[in-house]
């Protein structure tokens, strides 16, 4: 699955969210950003370790856009 916001008008940034359907035990989550309108995105999986120097990166749920402000965006994990 994958989920995907649009920071809002005039600005070129998407985050997206892929993640299996239906988590298991094994299942993970990779989160994008894309700074130029999703011509190209970055892969930023890499910054949502469960700690520093692990191994394991955190499992994500779903995002959400802040309703004050939609270039924020908290996760739920």
Known sequence: MAYVHWAGD???????????????????????????YGHSFDNRTSSFMQSVGSNMYALIDMFYASPVDNTKVCRLG
């Open 10 to 36: 005039h600005k070129d940034t998407i985050v997206m969210l892929t993640r299996d359907k239906n988590p298991g035990l094994h299942s993970n989550s990779h989160v994008w950003i894309s700074k130029d």
